[in-house]
Every structure is written in C-alpha cells, then in structure tokens.
C-alpha cells in the first residue's frame, strides 16, 4: 500500500486531516510514546488531540542532539517507496537550527537538510524512503543550538489516498443484470483529495481474493475513471479493488480488497393486506388505520372466538415455480405467534411470527404457485398478528409497484396509471426499456395473449399514462416490458393488475350562512350553489326546507325545488335551514345545506335635533347647515347671553315604556370638553350638566345608558349651559322606527315657493307585489289627533308616494303627514312623523335678476325704484345694477317653475 506519512505542527496537521474525505489513519499518543527519546528530552501528551509537546533540555549547549527517533516497521509500510510530508513549528523565543532525518536499511541511506526557524516559524519539507526495509526510522536533531530549553510541536499519521467508497458496500449482494453490472467508487488525489479526478484507474475482480492484485486469475479492467462494468455470475464471491495513479506515472494508490456476493436479482410485486378480501367467520380479521404502514392500514388476525376468519388476493404468476414470499408485519410484545398461510384453498400448519415488540418485520417463506391465478392468504390461527403487505420476488425484469395498487377501488377523473420500470443493463436507468401496457374490463383468460386485452399504448419509454374510464367497472391491466439485449430484444410479460373504478359524488359548495333581509323590501334571492361532477351524466337537484318559521313549507319559499338554483322568496322573519341534495348518474347522492337568517328591516328611533323646537332666551339656540349631518342641518347651543334657550324635542314611543340606552351624535369644535343640561319628562341626566368630549370638529356619540321612557310623548329637552355644541341627532338604538314614511319633500323646516304643487315621500313595501294607499294631511297647525282628520285638510294620494296640493298660502307654515296601508300587511295603518315646511312669495323664492318690486317681471316699474334710489348713499344703485336690469329687460320668470319666459309691457 502506498502512503503519506505525515509529521507536522499540532495545529495545522489536525485541519488537514479532519476535513478529509478519504482515508486517514493518525497514530495515537501511545504509539508516539513507544519512540525513542533523547535523554536530554521530555514529551507531554497534549489533552484531546494525538499529538505530543516536546521539550529538550540542552544545559550542556552540546553541538548536536538527537532528541526523537520513530521507528516504522513492516506494519506501518507495506508498499515500496513513501513520500514524508514534515512540518515543525518553532515554539521558542530564540531561533532554532532542525535537521530532519530519514534512515533506511540499517542507517545506509538518509536524507538530511539542515534549516533554522526563527522564532514561532514553521516550515514544510519532505523527505523519501526510497526501498522498502525492515528499518524505516524519522529522527529529528537540533545542531549548534546554545544552552537552553527548547520547545516544538509533533504529530504524524498515515494518510491514505487510495479509493473509497465501493458500491457495492464491502460484504455486500450484487443482484445480477445478464448484460453487466456496473461498480463504483470514489478516487482520491495529492492534487485533488476529495474528486480525484486526474488519477487514471484500473479495476482489478476476480473470484480469487487470494493476493488480488498479483494473481493471474485476476480480471484487469484499465483506463477507468470511477466506475467499471463487469460480467457476473450468479451465486459466485468477487473480490475486488482498484489501482489509481498519478499523473505522474509513479505515485500508485492500491484501494483495500473489497467483496460481495452475486445473487439473482429479483424485483418484487407488492400486496397491500387490506386490499383483500375477508372471509369471517364468527369473528373476522380487522382492517386497521396505521399511520406507519406503507399505505396508511394494516389486517389484524382477530383472536377472539372459534371459526376467526381469514383474508385472501389474487396473484398472477408468469411459470410455475417456488417463489420467496415475503410478509411485512407486526405483533405487540416479544412471544411468538401463529397464524396458518393458504395457498390456493389449502392451508398449511402454523407459520410461526417472532414477537417484534410492536416493530414491523420480515418474515420470508418460500410458497409453491403455478402458472396463471393463485389465491393467496391467512388462515387466523392464534390471531394477534398485525399484517401490513406481501411482497413475491420474481426472477425477471418485469414492470412493478401498479398505481392504482392491486385491488384498490378508485375514482374517475382524470387518471393515469403508472409502474416502476426496470433495466437488465443498469437498475438506475430505465431509458432503454420500452413498455406496452394493455386494459381491459372483461375476466382475464391466461390462455389468450395478454389475458386477452387490447394495447392502449405500445413501446413507450414513460412510466406513466392518461386513460379514461368508465365507472363501475372492474379494470385488469398488464405492462409487458422489452429490453433490447444483441442480437435480438427480450421481452419480460407483464403481472396481471386489477382495480374498480366508482362513480366521484357530486361536489357541492354553497355559503354556510347567510343573513337577508328586510322582509318589508325583500327582493327576489339566489343562493347560487356550485356543482361539480365527473362522473357519469345525469345530475338531478332537491332543496328542502329542513327548519323554519312554524307553517312554512318549501312550496312557501321557491316555485322550483327541483332547479339548481331557484328563485327564493321569504315572507316571515326567522331561520331557515335549506338543504341541496344533488343526485348523479350512478344514484351518489351529495348534500349541502345553508342557514338563512331573515331579518325584519327597521331603522332605530332617530330623533333629528333640527325637527325640534327651539325656546329661546336672551339668546337662543341657532339651527345651522352642516353638510356632514345626517339631514344637512344641526342644532348649535348658544354660549352668548345669559339665558340661552332651550331646544324641545317629542319622542312618541307608544307601548314600549321601558328602560333603554341613548346617544348623542354630536360633535365639539376643539378638544376641551363642553356640558349642556339635558333632561328626559323632567329629570336631569347625569345629575346636572351632560358633559360631552372635545371632537376637534369630528363627530362622535355619547352613549348614556338607563333612560326611562314612559308610553306616549316623551319630551326630551336641552337647556343651554356651557353652550358651542353641535347637535345632529338622537338615537335610540333598541327602539324600532314606526313604519312609516320617510324622506318627505318638501324637507323638514325647509322654505319653498307657495306654489307648491306636490309632495312626495318614500316607504318600505312589504314586498314586489306590495300595492302602497297613501293618505296626506295638511294645515297650518299642527294636528290633533283627537280631532276628525286630525283638523286638517284631507288629500288622498296620486300614487303610493306623492300627493297633489294647491292653493298654498304665501308666508305660511305648514304642517302634513302621511298615513297609508299595504296590501301584503292587511289590517294596518302606517302614520308619519309630522313634518312642516314654510310658504314665500314665488317671485321672492325664484328670484329674479332686475326683478327690484320682485313681481315676476322686469319692466318700467323696476327701472323707476333704480332711478329713484340711483346713486344713493344708502342702498343707492350703481351701473352694475342699470346693466342687469337692461340684461333681463321684460323677461318674466312662471311662478309655479321658476322658468324665465318672456313677458308684454
């Protein structure tokens, strides 16, 4: 064996050697100590690392010390010629001069270099043994050195730079391929230690290990990198191994002697144990969900009863022939047990398990079988045996490991069946064979080509193909694979697979739940469920109402209960649980269902601070426009004067006196708080002023909760305090709205022309096929409801939501309410707030440029106040207002539009 021996500093030694990736074999602290040592010398083991500190004591400053000799013998050398890689590292403070030295053949030859190293230097050399001898000695000497203690650093191994890694592993089994294995391993270099890719290498294999290397037997494979294919010979013992050299031509590594075992190889068909039928008896086998078995379940033999039952498959076997049978499983504890195995119909004495102590293993039987079906099985005998799968090795290049899995029941929808290939050149490649795969649903007859199926794919090199199928239907395919092996190709059949196919259940999404409403405007619903199949055609759809309102039945709700998606319509408020079930083709039956909460619509009690009224004081509070309230309009506290006034507000809650929370939608210019009193029928809230949060301009609520209110008019009022508060509106978020309706226009409090011709209003019907009646009160008071027609004048509605009126008096307030009916909601009347509104004279109200007498019209009437007034120092009238009036000369404006028209003189 050709080696390094290296002898270099602690530290930079142990960097060389411990990345390595070949070989290294580093001589440990007791064989250093067996070197010779100069009397002048000491060495110290250095804790955790194989190497030692030497240290010399040279007091009589003597002109030459031979301080360390380490002798090599035959089992340290084996090879002729070795190369020694020094390093010394001078550990003084002074320097030192070293000479290395290596004596062969009893001191015949050396090599000595003398050299000094300044102190904490280091220096590289090497130094060659140049015959092989029985005395290979390395000493190391210091000359001329003065009176002193000297100090430096050794430590040596065997470095091995020959090949490594054999594959296969040394003591290993080769299954053989009849057109040649292939043997690898790994190369190593002086100049490229891990890739050894330079080195040119020949594999040395015979079936005589006995001195590899030299003997005749020996079969000699040159000019390989790191891999040669060889012919093998089932059931022979190779030894083998590999000579690299450098690209020097003299430096050789010889790689150690590696062997292994040829043997058949025999590529396995699996069978998953709970793919198999059972047979019970008064007890049965279990299938049992297994997260550590290959696919997930396992069969346990039960031990409970007399007649325990068994479990069967089907194999299809290409010969007759004894086949190795090997059974994957398991048994709780270590005491063996016994189960009995059937082969076609008979069952043999008990087969004996091992006890695993819960682990899965092996246990291999050989089995006799015979050409075409053979049933397969376990007799339950003991019972107690977990069985996970059944493997049967096969003596040919036959595809394996189905997908689907032998027995498996699968879906239809865009499959594919898929193998595992083999190869007779290289198991790790499979480009060279082609597969023909063959399908069919009929009962296989081994007596017809193929069991009798037709190709539906021929000589491909994929492991994989797309089919269609067809549900319901038991599937038997084969995959007969062909190897081209000179002159002619060789064709392996094809193990008979088998799998059902079922029909996929639809797949049904719909919302979970779903919150509608409000039944008063209540829409036409599609709930818009998602159904997917690929299975067979033929989908049929059925709602059901599975909970409700009490009365109320699917006929209610959905005209068409047998569409996909129907046309819902709900009356009642409540939930609603609908259930889909979707029926395919093949009677699988998927439902899904969804949770409908319907919800009556109303808005909460919102009283508008502009609709109530104001009280004033010295001063009082002032209605404003604020386009970020809810109506446009607030009401601001004054903070002038002395008594501020106060603000009125009604709240009619007929019925409902209770308890209830009440807020404040407001808002405060700045961030310091501001109070104002507030009281509900009289007593004050929070004890005295209601003290509301600096909003810097923002709106915001205050919520005080515990309000009494009592049945009927509530009077809800504001007395003016700190003042600077900007009140929009209040809210009682428990209190339903009155149905009624809403949005009037006029808008509340708002100036119009007094010839006014309509008024409108909005309502919430019940429904679409809602017919709204609608009744309108007028006056100039406000009404009283004890009074007939609330003492006001009675209109009838033109359509649900608008009115006709006429005759309006000029500078007049106003009041009017609607009251109207809904024919789905028989039986009652819907009244308004009140609203009021204020009459201007028309000519004011659509004003008109050059109208001075505001009398609709610009003519000499208006020309004679601008003559009268022209100039004046007060209210005088200037050009622009000459050219204005000559602008819009005899135009008038109608007074019910507004519309300018010309007018006569």
Known sequence: ???????????????????????????????????????????????????????????????????????????????????????????????????????????????????????????????????????????????????????????????????????????????????????????????????????????????????????????????????????????????????????????????????????????????????????????????????????????????????????????????????????????????????????????????????????????????????????????????????????????????TNPSPKVGEVILVGNNTLSWTRHSVFDPKYTSDTKCTVYLGTTEPNPALPHYGYSAIATDISASSIPVTLDWGNNYYWVVDSTVPVDPNSVTFPGYLWRFTTVDPKPVVTIDATKIIGPVRRMVPVWLKPTVTDQGKPGLSYQWELTGGPEGVAIGDICADPAAQNPQFTFTKVGLFTLALSVTDGSENVTTASIDILVVEYYRALRLECEDGTIVPGDTAPQLRTDENASGNQVVWSNWSGTDRGSLVIDANVPNLAGTYDMVFHYRVDGSGARGDKWQVNGTQLSGGDTMFAGTNGAYEDLLIKNVTLIDGTNQIKMLTSWGGMWYDYIEFPAIKAPLAAYNPIPEMVSTVPSTLSQLSWSVDPNSAESVITSTVYIGTAAPDFKLPDYGMTKIAGDTGTSAIVSDLLMDTTYYWLVEYTDSELPGQVFRSATWRFMTIDPCVFFALVGDLDHNCRVNFDDLMILAGAWMAAENGYLLEDLADLAAHWMTCIDPETGLPTGCAL
């Open 1 to 399: 064996m050709i080696q390094r021996i290296k002898i270099i500093s602690l530290v930079l030694v142990a960097a060389a050697l411990s990345g390595s990736a070949f070989g290294a074999i580093v001589l440990s602290d007791a064989q250093w100590m067996s070197a010779t040592i100069s009397p002048q010398a000491s060495v110290t083991d250095i804790p955790g690392d194989p190497g030692l500190l030497v240290v010399v004591d040279n007091s009589s400053a003597s002109g030459e010390i031979n301080v360390f000799m380490r002798d090599f013998g035959g089992a340290d050398l084996s090879a002729s010629g070795s190369t020694f890689e020094v390093e010394l590292e001078n550990l003084n403070t002074v320097p030192v001069t070293f000479n290395p030295v290596v004596q062969n053949n009893a001191w015949s030859n050396w090599d000595q270099d003398w050299f000094t190293l300044a102190a904490g230097e280091s220096r590289k050399y090497t130094v060659n043994v140049r015959t092989p001898t029985n005395v290979n000695r390395i000493y190391i000497q210091i000359r001329g050195a003065p009176a002193g203690t000297y100090t430096f650093k050794i430590k040596g191994g065997i470095v091995d730079f020959s090949a490594s890694d054999p594959d296969p592993k040394d003591g290993g089994k080769v299954g053989v391929i009849s057109t040649g294995n292939r043997l690898y391993w790994t190369n190593h270099s002086i100049a490229d230690p891990v890739a050894g890719s330079n080195l040119v290498t020949e594999l040395f294999i015979s079936t005589d290990a006995n001195d590899l290397y030299n003997n005749p037997k020996t079969t000699r494979i040159p000019g390989l990198t790191n891999f040669g294919d060889v012919q093998l010979v089932v059931g022979k013992n190779y030894a083998w191994g590999v000579k690299a050299t450098e690209p020097d031509g003299v430096t050789v590594y010889t790689s150690p002697v590696w062997k292994f075992d040829a043997v058949q190889r025999v590529p396995r068909t699996r069978y998953e144990a709970e793919y198999s039928t059972i047979i019970p008896g008064d007890t049965a086998p279990q299938v049992r969900n297994v997260g550590i078995a290959s696919g997930g379940k396992i069969i346990w033999t039960n031990w409970g009863g007399v007649d325990r039952g068994s479990f069967v498959f089907d194999v299809m076997m290409p010969a007759d022939g004894t086949y190795h049978l090997t059974i994957h499983y398991a048994i709780d504890g270590t005491t063996d047990r016994g189960d009995k195995i059937q082969i076609n119909g008979v069952a043999g004495g008990d087969t004996m398990f091992p006890g695993t102590s819960g682990a899965y293993s092996d246990l291999v039987v050989p089995v006799t079988l015979k050409k075409g079906v053979n049933t397969l099985g376990i007799v339950t005998s003991w019972g107690g045996i977990s069985y996970d799968y059944f493997e049967l090795n096969l003596d040919d290049m036959t595809a």
